[in-house]
């Protein structure tokens, strides 16, 4: 019988208390990782890691607000202490406070690029130290279809979006050695908890409506996620887009 590469595997995974982070952290577990799930609503997170623990899973649970470099710092740390090692990072977490930019919404542009750039970021300067002394290490980040093709109202997020695939690049290119391997997940419309942070309630609803009507299942991208994780080390699937088959 051929050995499952995902048993035993050292996974941490931000944004991992709902959507993408929480169908990605429930695969990874029947498959047999062991996981590290951060994500800022500790509740559900701890809700989520009390299931995966009864249903046989090894997981451990870091209250994680990305924007803090130290959270990052903890998440990783613990998978070393609990684990042995950090063998994959899911930079998951993300929010979407989209509108026009004749809106000049500044603190919601703020919190994009806190959340979806900086946080990615700190994930990476976390990690990097250990993937180093461990020798191997895989950077997996959740990127978005919002930044191939651009459309009004997601101008800044598309931007946060680009600029985590303009630095994923780069990270491919400088770590040809071997040690690091380097993903970025592109999924189209999903049915997640994603628009909770579009303040405008009209585009809010259409946004949700557009979510229920034929958004995938975040089971579909986490399908994706693991695919590009269980690859045999030689090998690096360096972009995947993920949408559904009716979108524009």
Not at 9 to 16: D, L, P, Q, R
Request: proline share 4%; aromatic share 2%; glycine share 10%.
């Amino acid at each position: 019988m051929v050995n499952d590469p995902i048993d035993g595997m050292v996974v941490a995974i931000t944004g991992a208390s709902s959507g993408i982070g929480e169908a990605t952290a429930r695969l990874l577990g029947t498959r047999g990782a062991r996981l590290v799930l951060g994500a800022r609503r500790a509740d559900r997170l701890h809700t989520l890691g009390g299931e995966l623990r009864a249903a046989g899973t090894e997981v451990a649970t870091v209250t994680t607000d990305v924007t803090a470099a130290g959270d990052l710092e903890r998440l990783v740390g613990t998978a070393v202490a609990d684990f042995g090692r950090l063998d994959v990072l899911v930079s998951n977490a993300g929010i979407s406070a989209i509108g026009p930019l004749a809106d000049a919404d500044v603190t919601g542009w703020d919190a994009m690029i806190d959340v979806n750039l900086r946080g990615v970021l700190h994930g990476i300067a976390a990690a990097m130290p250990v993937v180093r002394q461990q020798g191997h290490g895989h950077f997996v980040t959740t990127v978005s279809t919002a930044g191939l093709k651009i459309v009004p109202t997601m101008g800044v997020y598309a931007a946060t979006k680009n600029a985590v695939r303009t630095m994923m690049e780069a990270l491919r290119q400088e770590s040809t050695d071997g040690v690091i391997r380097t993903t970025s997940i592109s999924p189209g419309y999903v049915n997640t908890e994603l628009d909770r942070s579009i303040t405008d309630v009209a585009l809010r609803n259409a946004v949700r409506a557009d979510m229920d009507a034929f958004g995938l299942a975040p089971e579909a991208v986490a399908r994706a996620i693991v695919f590009a994780i269980e690859q045999p080390p030689e090998v690096e699937i360096g972009d995947l887009t993920i949408r559904p088959a009716v979108q524009g």
